[in-house]
């Protein structure tokens, strides 16, 4: 059974920063950051291949995000910069067999029990 445990988050002020980490028990081919809001769908934040750290950001994280990971370490961190009141939210790491490294929740088959992240107006 693969596990996925998440730490870092906490309550934070508009344009501080946090930074997530994520450890697996198993290296996957990709990673990911999601996150979900109350009362919305989970929504795609980063990824990054693990084989040669290629990254993919959603329009809301470029610029302010950064994904990276630490093979030796299984370990992935979400470095958030400049946060917003409505970046509130669970956020979970995901691991996926696919190189692919699309946004859509199906293709990951490993799920973390997320973080809360608070940011505080």
Known sequence: QVQLIESGGGLVQEGDSLRLSCTTSKRTASMAWFRQAPGKEREFVAAVRLRDGTTNYSDSAKGRFRISRDIAR??????????KFEDTAVYYCAGSESMLLFGNISLY??????????VSS
Do not use: F
């Open 109 to 118: 088959d490993y799920w973390g029990q997320g973080t809360q992240v608070t």
């Open 74 to 83: 299984r370990a992935l961190y979400l470095q958030m910069n400049t946060l």
